[in-house]
């Protein structure tokens, strides 16, 4: 399936217009060649009133309904074979005018993005967890988690391959072990893919957590069918602890069981290797067997 041309705005609940106090809420997208527009929304707001006084959620939950609404009349339309004949905005930016005309209320938009993709359904998770998943979750915490480093760094071009789609969550046991991997796929043997932040305040936690990963893959060494492991590395941002970080990827390299260090500047190589290993072992279909889908 060739690429279809997208662009895309994160939408922002700005608390104090003076101060200008804000956090992403969701995305919208637009593909205008296939008459496409899609949103999501963060259905909580806990993040909302745990970051700003007096939040109104009453308020907040009836201008979420009324942008789902206006969004879901534009797909009813489009949908339609007649709704071919109406115009479609030029952009982003522009369907967003005509739903949130006033950009001075507390709910705004960003400046348009724009993108290429097979599925702008992927295009629009990833989006959506780039710019609300993964920024809620460091707003937590001083540091990237786990599930930080994969939203922000490894998922988008694991989507965009179709190599996401095949892992699975599966439980492995040994004798010594009984692990649950979220990101599994199989063809002769089971494969995890894990991803691993480093990004630590502290330095110590660095070691502990290298060192945590070999005793579980030490523990897994015995496992039958076990191919290999990736592990998708999170650098520390803070520069003191790149030689810490230098240690724990030597700690990693005693892994007993095959293994793959993967650098977040791989990711989106690593992506397209994996997929190109998926499809030549039949886990995910190949490029011509898609091409008319």
């Given at each position: 399936m060739s690429r279809v041309a997208y662009t895309y705005c994160a939408l922002r609940y700005v608390h104090d217009i003076a101060t200008g106090e804000s956090l992403n809420i969701g995305v919208v997208l637009l593909a205008p060649q296939l008459h496409y527009v899609g949103v999501i929304i963060d259905p909580t707001y806990r993040r909302l009133s745990e970051a700003f006084v007096e939040f109104d959620g009453d308020q907040h939950r009836k201008v979420v309904r009324r942008f789902h609404a206006a969004i879901k009349h534009l797909q009813k339309l489009w949908a339609n074979p007649m709704g071919k004949m109406f115009d479609v905005p030029v952009d982003a930016q522009a369907l967003m005018r005509q739903i949130w005309a006033d950009q001075g209320l507390s709910y705004q938009y960003s400046a348009v993005l724009s993108g290429l993709a097979r599925s702008p359904e992927i295009a629009l998770q990833d989006a959506y967890d780039r710019m609300v998943v993964s920024k809620s979750q460091r707003a937590k915490v001083e540091t990237r988690s786990d599930d930080d480093v994969w939203n922000s760094v490894y998922k988008g071009p694991l989507r965009q391959t179709r190599a996401a789609s095949a892992l699975k969550p599966i439980t492995l046991k040994t004798n010594a072990i009984e692990l649950k991997c979220e990101y599994t796929f199989k063809n002769e043997r089971i494969h995890?893919?894990?991803?691993?932040?480093?990004?630590?305040?502290?330095?110590?936690?660095?070691?502990?957590?290298?060192?945590?990963?070999?005793?579980?893959?030490?523990?897994?060494?015995?496992?039958?069918?076990?191919?290999?492991?990736?592990?998708?590395?999170?650098?520390?941002?803070?520069?003191?602890?790149l030689a810490a970080y230098h240690?724990?990827?030597?700690?990693?390299?005693?892994?007993?069981?095959?293994?793959?260090?993967?650098?977040?500047?791989?990711?989106?190589?690593?992506?397209?290797?994996?997929s190109q290993f998926m499809r030549e072992h039949g886990v995910i279909a190949s490029e011509s067997d898609t091409s008319d889908i």
């Open positions: 995890i893919v894990q991803p691993m932040t480093f990004d630590y305040a502290r330095e110590e936690s660095i070691s502990a957590k290298a060192a945590k990963w070999l005793g579980n893959a030490t523990a897994l060494a015995g496992h039958e069918e076990l191919g290999t492991m990736y592990l998708l590395l999170g650098k520390p941002q803070m520069q003191k602890h240690r724990a990827k030597n700690m990693l390299d005693r892994i007993p069981i095959d293994h793959v260090l993967v650098e977040e500047e791989e990711a989106e190589k690593f992506a397209e290797d994996l």
